[in-house]
């Protein structure tokens, strides 16, 4: 989604990726907006949520523990917990 109108305050799709349930890319293509695109929401990924529901995993114990008593970065995490690289790059909806 990007942003469209005064401030980007309207979103509007530019980009469908669809994967199957192995996470395999089936398809995926850019969509040309109608409007002109006034926020690539390059900041953020667009995305809200109730602050009761966040959980902060840099203060989460045993996740500081695996990291030394430091504060751990989801990077990190994501590399000793899951075994997967993020945050190498830019966003990319099917990798």
Same mark, same amino acid.
Do not use: W
């Given at each position: 989604?990007?942003?469209?109108?005064? @401030?980007?305050?309207?979103? %509007? !799709?530019?980009?469908?990726? %669809?994967?199957?349930?192995?996470? =395999?890319? /089936?398809?995926?293509?850019? +969509? *040309?907006?109608? =409007?002109? +695109?006034?926020?690539?929401?390059?900041? +953020?990924?667009?995305?809200?949520?109730?602050?009761?529901? /966040? @959980?902060?995993?840099?203060?989460?114990?045993?996740?500081?523990?695996?990291?030394?008593?430091?504060?751990?970065?989801? *990077?990190? !995490?994501?590399? *000793? !917990?899951?075994?997967? =690289? %993020?945050?190498?790059? =830019?966003?990319?909806?099917?990798?």
């Amino acid at each position: 989604m990007v942003g469209v109108g005064p @401030r980007g305050c309207d979103s %509007i !799709l530019a980009r469908v990726s %669809i994967v199957n349930a192995y996470g =395999e890319c /089936i398809y995926d293509t850019f +969509v *040309k907006p109608k =409007e002109k +695109v006034t926020d690539y929401r390059t900041f +953020v990924l667009f995305i809200d949520h109730p602050r009761h529901l /966040i @959980r902060d995993t840099s203060k989460y114990a045993p996740f500081k523990k695996l990291s030394g008593n430091r504060t751990p970065s989801l *990077k990190s !995490l994501a590399a *000793k !917990l899951l075994g997967c =690289e %993020i945050q190498g790059a =830019e966003h990319n909806s099917v990798s």
